[in-house]
Antibody, heavy 125, light 110 residues
């Protein structure tokens, strides 16, 4: 059974830093792209970042570029999100998601297929 | 900046059929955007319903179907049930590693 368990959320002051972790199990972690998706209180879902299987490609939503860094440790089956220079608008539940990304000459896949339960990050003084 | 548009809210009667749509602020949605759909109830993680326009995720009942209708992606729910009352989100793949969520549709079954 695929399981994704986030941790590391909490209360942080504006300008502060936080590192989120996601422990993966039930699948071959090193074979999949992974993602972070967030949801501000009472708002919709927002894609934050993706990382390729070997960490060689990373993509970010514009609003976090230069402040957030996605990374992974395949030996530990873990995904991370280092968040620096945090702002009030970064307050959200952060979900770890497995990302199915595949393309060939005949087909392609781009979607999130499994989700963790999320960890809450609150940026406030 | 590309905005993915969804109806903010929709209502359907129990047993009825409803079609939610997913569009672009500029341009048309096609299969090349690989639209996917997710269901979320309050306080819960999202659940994947549909990917690649019309492929149901494992375990999703065939009451849920995806398509392209005109210039938008669409999610149709037939035989609506009380527990279909949720928020529904579409995602479009924009290329260059970027995915964009729509604002979500709050579906009420009453």
């Amino acid at each position: 059974e695929v399981q994704l368990v986030e941790s590391g959320g909490g209360l942080v002051q504006p300008g502060g830093s936080l590192r989120l972790s996601c422990a993966a199990s039930g699948f071959t972690f090193s074979s999949y792209w992974m993602s972070w998706v967030r949801q501000a209180p009472g708002k919709g879902l927002e894609w934050v970042a993706n990382i390729k299987q070997d960490g060689s490609e990373k993509y970010y939503v514009d609003s976090v570029k230069g402040r957030f860094t996605i990374s992974r440790d395949n030996a530990k089956n873990s995904l991370y999100l280092q968040m620096n220079s945090l702002r009030a608008e970064d307050t959200a539940v952060y979900y770890c998601a497995r990302y199915k990304r595949y393309s060939s000459s005949s087909e392609a896949l781009y979607y999130f297929d499994y989700w963790g339960q999320g960890t809450l990050v609150t940026v406030s003084s | 900046q590309t905005v993915v548009t969804q109806e903010p809210s929709f209502s359907v009667s129990p047993g009825g059929t409803v079609t939610l749509t997913c569009g672009l602020s500029s341009g048309s949605v096609s299969t090349s955007y690989y639209p996917s759909w997710y269901q979320q109830t309050p306080g819960q993680a999202p659940r994947t319903l549909i990917y690649s326009t019309n492929t149901r995720s494992s375990g999703v009942p065939d009451r849920f179907s995806g398509s392209i209708l005109g210039n938008k992606a669409a999610l149709t729910i037939m035989g609506a049930q009380a527990d279909d009352e949720s928020d529904y989100y579409c995602v479009l793949y924009m290329g260059s590693g970027i995915s964009v969520f729509g604002g979500g549709t709050k579906l009420t079954v009453l």
